[in-house]
């Protein structure tokens, strides 16, 4: 690997583009870049763009380009991108993978692979509406699927506190899958085309699945 390079992780919401991204953080050094996170960072801190994105969130609906754009552009000029990034959560439009192009042609930078995480869109609901996090470390959990070994205390950190995000109710769920089959899946042929395009079943267990993300990673290395 020459240049540093980024992985894009695709999918659905529930797919376990968050899950799989802090794990191959924690496995390979890369740098997790969330456009979500971000966004929900900006309306916590009340900013311009905060403000703009925030309702827009609440309805499941994507937030405009160009507010997600200066985002991911201010973080992605940081000094931590040396060792490349997993994007978790964009590009999200045909227009946001064209400028995605762009900026990492000005910083040097190449996609190692954009990696569709293939699931049923009828589990994505009972997968998102359950799903919580420690307020704390962040490691995620769910109600029906992985409760913390103690309830009521991270396993990872022993914090007592957790938090679930305002979209994940079975309505916003809905228009979110709406967005992303409109949106963004035809991002799908399009890295097809670049020959960027690996496929993992998703479905599965988290950790065989975190197995086939780490073999792309390793084969991207080599
Ligand atoms: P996520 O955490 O990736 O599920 O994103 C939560 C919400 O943030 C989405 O439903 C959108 O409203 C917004 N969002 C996150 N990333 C993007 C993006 N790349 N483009 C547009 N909106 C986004």
């Known amino acids: 690997m020459t240049k540093p390079a980024v992985l894009i992780l695709l999918g659905p919401p529930g797919a376990g583009k968050g899950t799989q991204a802090r794990m191959l953080e924690e496995k390979f050094g890369l740098v997790q870049l969330s456009t979500g996170d971000l966004l929900r960072a900006a309306v916590a801190a009340g900013t311009e763009a905060g403000k703009a994105a925030k309702a827009v969130m609440e309805a499941g609906q994507l937030v405009s380009d160009e507010i997600v754009l200066a985002i991911l552009k201010d973080r992605m000029n940081e000094p931590d991108m040396g060792k490349g990034a997993i ?94 089959h409109a949106q963004t899946a035809p991002l799908i042929s399009y890295y097809e085309g670049q020959g960027a395009l690996r496929r993992v079943d998703a479905m599965g267990e988290i950790d065989r699945i975190a197995q086939d993300l780490a073999a792309i990673v390793e084969g991207i290395a080599a």
């Open 87 to 180: 994007l978790d959560g964009f590009p999200r439009t045909a227009g946001q993978a064209a400028s995605l192009d762009e900026l990492l042609a000005e910083l040097g930078m190449s996609i190692g692979a954009a990696i569709s995480l293939e699931v049923d869109d009828a589990a994505m609901v009972e997968r998102v509406s359950g799903r919580y996090t420690c307020a704390n470390c962040g490691e995620g959990y769910h109600d029906s699927f992985k409760q913390p070994a103690v309830a009521g205390v991270c396993d990872k950190c022993g914090s007592t506190e957790f938090k679930r995000r305002a979209d994940d109710n079975a309505e916003t769920v809905g228009a979110r899958l709406e967005a992303y």
